[in-house]
Structures are given as structure tokens and as C-alpha cells.
């Protein structure tokens, strides 16, 4: 696992505001995306999704990459997989996901 952790230099935080109890379901669809993606070459190195203990609405999304270009290519518009998710996905949206770039300085777990 620390040779993977090694390899992350960027992350993109993906802050999602869901209506009330559609929680679950969302995270089951994107669980299913995340499964679906790991058998494609995405440059994605990893993931995480959390669910915010205190706010039932509130979701985080992280991916991990090793390259910002790949990063960059996975959230360009027209990469239908993740136009299909946020398509799936927006009838239970508060808010459209907010997003941010972030490059790793130190990763350790």
C-alpha cells in the first residue's frame, strides 16, 4: 500500500449537498461507478467516499491521481462515464458537487 500512497500527487475534493434521504442511494451509485472505473485506465490511483457523521446531506468525495493531466482528463465534460454518474446522480442533489484541486504534499497513513 505505501508504494501506492507514494505515487498520489493530486486529489480532487468533490463536495456534494444531497437532499434529505437520498443519501444511501447516491452512495450505492457511486460505489457501483467506483467499481465499474477500477476495471478502465483512468490514471485514477484511488478513492474515497465519506459521509459526513454530524449532516445526513453532506458527502465528500476524494480521487487520488498521480498526474494532474489525468486528473485534468477524467473531469473534462465530455467523459461521458462521469456525465452519466452526475446525470444519475442530480435528482438527488441539494447543490451541483462543488470542486476543488489540490496537489499532495505529504500522504501517510
Known amino acids: 500500500m505505501s ?3 507514494d505515487r ?3 486529489v480532487k475534493h468533490n463536495k ?3 437532499k434529505a434521504d437520498k443519501r444511501d442511494e447516491s452512495t450505492e451509485v457511486l460505489l457501483r461507478f467506483f467499481r465499474d472505473l477500477e476495471e478502465k485506465a483512468t490514471g485514477m490511483i484511488g478513492f474515497v467516499v465519506m459521509n459526513n457523521v454530524q449532516d445526513s446531506q453532506d458527502s465528500v468525495v476524494l480521487t487520488f ?3 494532474k493531466k489525468d486528473m485534468d482528463a477524467f473531469y473534462q465534460r465530455d467523459n461521458k462515464a462521469l456525465s452519466n454518474l ?3 446522480l ?3 442533489f441539494e447543490h451541483l458537487p462543488e ?3 489540490y496537489q499532495v504534499v505529504k500522504f501517510k497513513i
Open 3 to 5: 508504494g501506492t500512497i
Open 8 to 10: 498520489i500527487r493530486y
Open 16 to 18: 456534494v449537498s444531497l
Open 65 to 67: 491521481w498521480e498526474s
Open 86 to 88: 452526475v446525470e444519475t
Open 90 to 92: 442530480e435528482p438527488s
Open 99 to 101: 470542486r476543488k484541486d
